[in-house]
C-alpha cells in the first residue's frame, strides 16, 4: 500500500492546541484581572456608600461609625490594603474609600495602585 504524498497528519490538532495554549491562559488571566479591577471599584463605592449612610445615622453615627461601617462592607480579602476616611463638608458626610488591587487572587498580592470610591449622604440635624 502507498503512503500519501502529503504525509501523516495525525496529531496535528494536538500540536496547534499545545501551542496556543499559553495564548489561551494569558488571555483568560488578563479577562480575570480586568474583573477583578472592576469588582474592586464596585467594592469601594458600595462601601463609601454604606459609611456615609452610617455616618447620618441619629444615633452612634458619626466619623467613628462611618469608618466601621466601610471597613466592615469590605470581603476581609480586601480589607488589608483598604483605608476608609470620613468628613463633613457642606452639610455632608463625605465617605473615601481606598483599596489596592489584587494581582490574580486577593489576598496573594496588590499591584502598586490603589482604587477610590467615595460618597457622601445629607447630614441630619436633630432637634
Not at 499559553?22 to 463609601?48: C, D, E, F, N, R
Request: hydrophobic share 45%; aromatic share 8%.
Amino acid at each position: 500500500m502507498r503512503r500519501p504524498l502529503g504525509g501523516d497528519d495525525r496529531g496535528q490538532v494536538a500540536v496547534e492546541f499545545m501551542g496556543l495554549l499559553p495564548l489561551i491562559l494569558l488571555v483568560l488571566a488578563l479577562l480575570w484581572q480586568l474583573v477583578l479591577v472592576g469588582y474592586t471599584y464596585s467594592l469601594a463605592a458600595h462601601s463609601a456608600d454604606r459609611g456615609a449612610r452610617a455616618a447620618t445615622a441619629t444615633e452612634g453615627g458619626g466619623a467613628g461609625a462611618c469608618r466601621t461601617a466601610a471597613e466592615d462592607q469590605l470581603p476581609s480579602s480586601w480589607r488589608a490594603g483598604a483605608s476608609a476616611s470620613c468628613g463633613t463638608e457642606s452639610g455632608l458626610w463625605k465617605a473615601t474609600v481606598r483599596i489596592k488591587v489584587p494581582v490574580l487572587f486577593p489576598g496573594a498580592g496588590n499591584y502598586p495602585w490603589t482604587v477610590t470610591g467615595s460618597a457622601g449622604a445629607a447630614k441630619e440635624e436633630t432637634g
